[in-house]
Every structure is written in structure tokens, then in C-alpha cells.
């Protein structure tokens, strides 16, 4: 990652933001552009999607922040971490499409691994684990195996591991595509309702209109590869959001907007 | 597809009791087709011995049938022991290091694609024959066990990788958290293999030594009774040769069930 030099006003900013991306690139080896230039800030506390056709490179730009690839160009900055302690993971919690579980231990065992990586000692990472588990109802499946569990079930395993090191910043990439309807409108009932009670910042990257403007605060549309930002659309509306926000009139309308400004990242594809 | 498999009860215990039946019936009208074709046309034992015979040498050579039995199987298990430990270890080594998997690993092919038998009688002149024979069991053993456990290494999914990765795991927990486990089921198909391979290429190297001794082998005894003409006994000990194999076989297939069942496909009922 290449250093840019920032000027003073923007470094004060910095300090009540969560994540800045400036003029961040990414092209691939084979010289394939697959991001950028691409600008985003995001302040602490903040639920915001990234909105997009597939491969235009939104899960590129949740791996540039969690640090699992560099940047071509351009600069990522995270907020620090005010504590005194180095945090685990550098304070991020990633939930990948897939639950991305061991298979060959228990779940408890699954979400305490973060913690084991960390050093932290056995028995009070299994109460951090358990304490996890319980926040995403799955207090009494901590001995069952992954492959017992459904998947709705094992998506709440991967965010209790996810969670599990308490992060300043969770990073969701497209964490609910692969489950049904309902099980994916429990999910993303219990999902605000935790963020509303630990106050984490979320990136949550979606190409589902309808989630991303049912969770977020902020939606922000992204363009067919080079993913560059297409719309930034605030999404606001009386706090707590629940089952009759997903069915008022204000919802799809935003939906609507937010599918207008999504149209032109299509245009020219072919709709397979 | 069985369009009545869903309807009834329970399918699979009527299915197991018939695939272990039909079996034990062919063995058993083989063995009685022979035992009369043999007493019909009155064959001398020296042509071909009959199954009753067979089993009267096995009885009455069992002390020194029993000896060669140990002997075999002994070399056998040095020649496993080291086939595994020295097929894990070295795809370990390659796992670590691209230069020197590049380095060893086309020598390793070659020792796989050279035929034992033709290495055997070179063995025999460098080194002590117990050693030789060894030898023989660990190179015709190692290389399923390399390539598989190889294979098993590069197979870790992607984003449990990328998960270590974000929360610092040191190459050594890497390893012992994630490859060793992920590996676990390639690994013991490669021993599975590896078993039956070490007895074989203990025969072969025993066959190629050929000389006499007081520790000789179950190989050593079907050439000592073919040069007397002894065909029971050579009967006998070929039986015991595939007793041995099957044995092993299973005691391996028991353990790689054992150690997965809790999570591996492999390992789990067709109800899933």
C-alpha cells in the first residue's frame, strides 16, 4: 500500500471516521482493472452497503479493507483502536458468502479460533465463544458440528465468530445470498438488532436492492467493473426499523431509487 | 434410480446383508466346484491341490507357515511406518518450500514409475537384505502417501485461509489449526493405499532375495515350495498373503472412518 500524503484537515476528519478509501485501485495480474479509482469514508458507528452488478468488484474493496489483498494504488485507512491493547484481527471481524467453517471441530471450537490465533488463554476464549454464540441464539449448539446445523444456522455461527473478538468494524461479503427468503429476513432483523445493541461499524456488501436498503444508513451504488461509485443515497427513516419499514411506502420508494441508480451499471450487459 | 427407495423403511440394512451374502455364496460354490472337479478327475495334489487339502497344510505347516507370516507382516509395517512418516514429511517440506518441491519432487515420480522389482536386486547388493526388503515396502509405499497429503495441503479453502490470515496466524498455527485437519482425509486415503502397497512390495523384494534364512518371509516360502513342488503349501501361504492384505486393508479403512466420522462426506450415512 502506497502512503499518499494527506493535508491536516483531512487527517482531523479521520479521527470520527471509521474507514477511508482515496483513489484506491486494484487491477488484478493478469491486468484486469478491477476496482478504481474508488473513494469512500465511512464514519464509526455506520451501516453501509455496497450496492452492485456482480464482479464489479465490491467484494475487492471489503478485501482491501480487511487487509486480505493490497492496493494497486491509492491509500486505505482505518480508524485506530483507542485501546492499549493491539486488537485481534486489528479490530475487524470479516463474514464471508460462505460460512467459511471448519468442518473437523465443534462450533464452539469454530468460533473460538479467532481468539486461540490470538493467544488469548482456553477457558476464558470458550466463555467469549459461548457469550458470542448466545448473542446470535445459538447458545445451545456450541458442541454440535457444522455439517448438523442448517445453513441460516452456520451464517450465524460465521457472524458469532465474526464478532467473537469484538471488532470496531464487521465486514460482510454478501453474507445471506445463499439462503431462502425467510430465513434471510430473520437474519437481517437480527443482524440490525445487534448492530443497534454493540454499535459496530458494518460494511456490508449485497446485490439485493431490497437488503441493502432495508439494513443500511447509507447505500452506495457501485458501477460494472472498474467498480467506481455510481450513487451515494442515504436511506432515512424512523429508528428502530423493523417488518413495517420493509412494507411501507418510503421503502419502495427508496428501493426504486435505489434500482434507478443501479440501472446504467446493466446497460450494455447482457441480463443472463 | 430406485423409484421405490424413498417409500420403504429401511433399505439399506436388506442391501448390506445382501451385498456381504452374495459374496460369501460365490466363494463358497467356487470352492466346491473345485473341491469336486478335482476329486471327480482324481488331479494329483502337485497339479493342483484341492481347497481341503489347502487347508489340512495350513494346519499342518501352521508353525512355520506362522514364523514366515510374522516376518512378512513385520517388514511390512517398518516399511508402512516409514512410507507414512516419510511421504507426510516430505510433502510437508514441499508444502513449506517451492524450491524444494521443484527440486526433489521429479525424483520422487521416478522412484514411483521404476518398477521395484528391477530395483530390488540392486538393493540386495548395497545393503543388508532385512534392510533391503524395507527399503523395497517404503519405496513403493511413499509415493501415494506424498502425493495425496500434497494434494490435502493445497486444497484448504480459500477463505479460511484468508481468515487465518486477518487474524495473524504464525505459519506454525497454520499449519497445526488449518492444513493438518484440512489435509487429514487425503492423508489417510493415501495411507489406505499406502498399506497394501508395503505388502507388496515387501513380496517382491522378499521374491528377489530369494535366498534362504532362518527370518524368511511368506514370498521366500511359496518359491521354496515351488522349486519342491509343493503346491499345497504355496496355496497356503497365497492365502495368507490375501488374508494379510484384506486385513490390513480394513484395520486402515476402520481407523480413516473412525478419525472422520464425525465430519467428513466420506465418512457419513447416505441419509444426509
Not at chain 2, 514441499?94 to 519432487?105: G, H, T
Not at chain 2, 514411483?112 to 540392486?122: K, Y
Not at chain 2, 505459519?171 to 487425503?186: D, G, H, N
Request: aromatic share 8%.
Amino acid at each position: 500500500m502506497s502512503d499518499a500524503k494527506t493535508s491536516p484537515t483531512v487527517e482531523a476528519s479521520l479521527t470520527a471516521l471509521a474507514v477511508s478509501l482515496r483513489g484506491v485501485t486494484k487491477a488484478y495480474d493478469n491486468g484486469v482493472m478491477a476496482l478504481g479509482p474508488f473513494d469512500l469514508a465511512v464514519r464509526k458507528g455506520e451501516f453501509i452497503s455496497l450496492l452492485g452488478p456482480s464482479g464489479c468488484g465490491k467484494s475487492t474493496a471489503l478485501r482491501l479493507i480487511a487487509g486480505l489483498s493490497a492496493a494497486s494504488s491509492g491509500t486505505v485507512r482505518m480508524s485506530r483502536h483507542e485501546g492499549p491493547a493491539q486488537k485481534i484481527g486489528h479490530g475487524i471481524g470479516f463474514v464471508f458468502q460462505e460460512p467459511t467453517l471448519m468442518p473437523w471441530t465443534s462450533v464452539r471450537e469454530n468460533v473460538r479460533l479467532p481468539l486461540k490465533l490470538g493467544g488469548v488463554p482456553k477457558a476464558e476464549g470458550r466463555a467469549r465463544a459461548d457469550a458470542a454464540l448466545a448473542s446470535v441464539g445459538l447458545a445451545d449448539f456450541a458442541d454440535a458440528f457444522p455439517r448438523e446445523l442448517s445453513g441460516g444456522m452456520k451464517m450465524r455461527v460465521s457472524l458469532a465468530r465474526a464478532l467473537v473478538t469484538d471488532p470496531d468494524i464487521l465486514l460482510m461479503d454478501e453474507p445471506f445470498a445463499a439462503l431462502d427468503e425467510i430465513t434471510r429476513f430473520r437474519l437481517n432483523n437480527d443482524l440490525l438488532a445487534l448492530w443497534r445493541s454493540l454499535g459496530k461499524t458494518v460494511i456490508f456488501v449485497t446485490h439485493s436492492v431490497f437488503e441493502s436498503v432495508y439494513l443500511s444508513q447509507r447505500v452506495v451504488v457501485m458501477t460494472a467493473r472498474p467498480g467506481r461509485i455510481q450513487a451515494d443515497i442515504r436511506i432515512e427513516t424512523l429508528e428502530p426499523r423493523g417488518e413495517e419499514f420493509r412494507t411501507s411506502a418510503a421503502y419502495s420508494d427508496y428501493c426504486r431509487r435505489v434500482s434507478a441508480a443501479l440501472a446504467p451499471s446493466y446497460s450494455g450487459q447482457s441480463m443472463l | 434410480m430406485n423409484a421405490q427407495a424413498p417409500v420403504t423403511a429401511k433399505p439399506s440394512g436388506a442391501q448390506n446383508a445382501v451385498r456381504f451374502v452374495l459374496p460369501v455364496i460365490v466363494f463358497a460354490a467356487g470352492l466346491a466346484a473345485w473341491e469336486l472337479v478335482v476329486r471327480i478327475r482324481e488331479i494329483p495334489p502337485y497339479v493342483l491341490p484341492a481347497p481341503s487339502v489347502i487347508f489340512l497344510t495350513l494346519i499342518k505347516d501352521w508353525a512355520v507357515l506362522s514364523q514366515s507370516l510374522a516376518t512378512t507382516l513385520l517388514t511390512t509395517l517398518e516399511g508402512f511406518v516409514a512410507a507414512s512418516i516419510g511421504g507426510v514429511a516430505l510433502a510437508l517440506l514441499f508444502n513449506q518450500s517451492k524450491w524444494v518441491e521443484y527440486s526433489l519432487f521429479p525424483y520422487a515420480v521416478v522412484l514411483q514409475v521404476t518398477p521395484v522389482i528391477a530395483i530390488a536386486p540392486l538393493l540386495l547388493i548395497y545393503l543388508e537384505q532385512q534392510t533391503a526388503v524395507v527399503v523395497c515396502a517404503f519405496i513403493v509405499a511413499f509415493f501415494p502417501v506424498l502425493s495425496n497429503t500434497t494434494l490435502g495441503l493445497n486444497s484448504v479453502d480459500r477463505n479460511l485461509a484468508g481468515l487465518f490470515q486477518l487474524y495473524g496466524a504464525s505459519p506454525p498455527q497454520t499449519l497445526r489449526f488449518l492444513k493438518l485437519p484440512a489435509a487429514l482425509p487425503y492423508i489417510l486415503g493415501g495411507l489406505r493405499i499406502a498399506g497394501g502397497l508395503s505388502l507388496i512390495g515387501a513380496v517382491v523384494a522378499e521374491i528377489a532375495a530369494g535366498t534362504a534364512g532362518a527370518g524368511s518371509g511368506l514370498a521366500y516360502r511359496i518359491a521354496e515350495s515351488g522349486y519342491r513342488l509343493n503346491i499345497p503349501r504355496m496355496f497356503a501361504a497365497l492365502l495368507l498373503l490375501s488374508l494379510a492384505g484384506i486385513v490390513i486393508y480394513g484395520v486402515l479403512a476402520l481407523i480413516s472412518h473412525l478419525v472422520l466420522r464425525r465430519w467428513h462426506e466420506s465418512a457419513l450415512g447416505k441419509e444426509n
